[in-house]
């Protein structure tokens, strides 16, 4: 059965850094590529930051890209979002992801197999 569990979302000042976790269980997940989406109130929800299945190929939304630092460990299975410089505008429910079908990225939230169930980010000015 294929879990995927985040954490580490909290309340933040704008300027501040969080760094948030999922957790994989079920397939081997180093065989494939893992996200992280984010979705705010009343919008789509979008991508935010993707790391192929060897960590060496990520990729970044423009917005974020300078700030944010997504990393993976295999051992255990676990995708990290590394969020630095955080503005009000990074206020959402960020939810990692994972496209069994791609070893190289996941950017497309059609494109997700599974989701985890989210944890809320709030940025404040």
């Known amino acids: 059965q294929v879990q995927l569990v985040e954490s580490g979302g909290g309340l933040v000042q704008a300027g501040g850094s969080l760094r948030l976790s999922c957790a994989a269980s079920?397939?081997?997940?180093?065989?494939?590529?893992l996200g992280w989406f984010r979705q705010a109130p009343g919008k789509e929800r979008e991508f935010v930051a993707t790391i192929s299945w060897s960590g060496g190929n990520t990729f970044y939304t423009d917005s974020v890209k300078g700030r944010f630092t997504i990393s993976r460990e295999s051992a255990t299975n676990t995708v990290y979002l590394q969020m630095n410089m955080l503005k009000p505008e990074d206020t959402a429910v960020y939810y990692c992801?994972?496209?069994?079908?791609?070893?190289?990225?996941?950017?497309?939230?059609?494109?997700?197999?599974?989701w985890g169930k989210g944890t809320l980010v709030t940025v404040s000015s």
């Open positions: 079920g397939p081997p997940f180093s065989r494939y590529a």
């Open positions: 992801g994972v496209d069994l079908h791609n070893n190289v990225a996941v950017m497309r939230p059609s494109g997700v197999d599974y």
